[in-house]
């Protein structure tokens, strides 16, 4: 498959919003400040630009893929959107009203403008659909494991992609090793694998849970919002939009969501500093559990934009893991090669590019294919 171009709608609603394509024909390749309100607004600024993109290179759309967040208990694998399967997903709003409704919106204005072409949905959470039982149980009273509340995770379509890369460069290994996937980014969470198959995961019913994330919080103690209610008065609203837009490390730190900006920061502000430490120790944490919940760990993959780009960030998630036979050769970590362990430890710590718009593209064309046959 060759990608013709790729690109983004940044910061939609909030000022300085920016559409950005680079396309293998640099004349294509633009990146400009634009006005887009809301998604309905970035959805039309994009319809807009591909026709007027096909009158002048030529070309049909011929079908469009979405990835959803969310796909329950019922949604294992990618599938054409249906009026049906819309109606499916509204009894999913509630699990994650902050993606699934926009989400949704965006399905509904393609269609309205392309009735024609068909709509390819994509689930986060399809990697970690079969999870054993004792993952995916959550320990509250088991009726409400009928209404869907489980254990689900996310990022699955990135975890999928990392684990084909690990596929051609292993071979059949890949399918015996224990593996620790984690995409560490805005939204940060960690897998386990074992023979392919997604065994747990950090993130549970929503992506809020899991790791400290850039805003948030991941996982807190249950009765903090009725502690905070009590003495705060906070509403279950202010509480929701605290953990998912406020916490984690704009929370600790004071200053930035960035890892970027609070590196520059840590050695002049404890509040970053501290923020810094919190992320790490708890992937740290995370690796040690999943090494334990895998019976050892074979390989461990960093991925995402802090996963990819931050060496010292990787090298203090591993430091202090020498005795799992995890050590970072410093020299390597430092040119983020593909390969950053150690020779001579038994670990393998790999950095892998993750490409969520290719596993949706290759979902898209698998489903035209069979379509079409």
């Not at 680079?22 to 990146?31: D, R």
């Not at 054409?80 to 009894?91: A, F, H």
């Not at 689930?123 to 869907?148: K, N, S």
């Not at 970072?328 to 150690?342: L, R, V």
Request: hydrophobic share 40%; with cysteine; glycine share 8%.
């Amino acid at each position: 498959m060759n990608r013709i171009l790729t690109g983004a709608i940044d910061r939609i609603g909030l000022t300085g919003a920016c559409f950005h394509v680079e396309a293998s024909l640099p004349e294509e390749s633009f990146s400009k400040l634009v006005a887009v309100p809301d998604h309905s607004a970035a959805a039309t600024l994009l319809i807009n630009w591909s026709e007027e993109r096909e009158k002048k290179q030529g070309g049909n759309l011929t079908a469009i893929g979405h990835r959803l967040v969310h796909g329950g208990p019922n949604f294992s694998a990618s599938q054409k959107i249906t009026s049906e399967i819309i109606e499916e997903l509204r009894k999913l709003e509630t699990f994650d009203p902050e993606h699934l409704t926009e989400e949704i919106l965006l399905t509904e204005i393609f269609k309205n403008h392309f009735p024609n072409i068909p709509q390819i949905a994509c689930f986060d959470t399809a990697f970690h659909h079969d999870l054993p039982r004792v993952a995916l149980q959550l320990p509250i009273p088991r009726c409400y494991e009928t209404q869907g509340v489980r254990r689900y995770g996310f990022h699955g379509l990135s975890y999928q992609c990392l684990m084909e890369q690990l596929a051609c460069i292993l071979g059949d290994r890949v399918a015996q090793e224990c593996i620790i996937l984690a995409h560490l980014g805005n939204g940060a969470s960690l897998a386990a694998v074992k023979k392919g198959r997604s065994v747990d995961t950090t993130m549970s019913l929503t992506p809020t849970s899991g790791v400290p994330m850039s805003c948030r919080s991941g996982d807190l103690d249950p009765s903090l919002q009725q502690y905070l209610a009590r003495t705060v008065q906070m509403s279950p609203e202010s509480f929701d939009k605290m953990v998912n837009f406020e916490s984690g490390l704009l929370g600790i730190s004071e200053s930035s969501a960035d890892m970027r900006d609070l590196l520059a920061l840590e050695a002049t502000d404890f509040r970053a500093a501290e923020a810094i430490a919190l992320f790490c120790y708890h992937i740290k944490k995370s690796i040690g559990a999943y090494a334990a919940a895998l019976g050892g760990v074979d390989t461990i993959i960093f991925s995402g934009g802090i996963g990819e780009n931050s060496p010292i960030i990787r090298s203090r998630i591993c430091d202090g893991l020498e005795f799992l036979g995890i050590r970072i050769d410093q020299e390597a970590n430092d040119h983020n090669k593909q390969i950053i362990s150690s020779e001579t430890e038994r670990v393998r710590v790999m950095v892998l590019h993750t490409d969520e718009e290719l596993m949706i593209a290759n979902s898209v064309m698998q489903i035209m294919g069979s379509t079409h046959k």
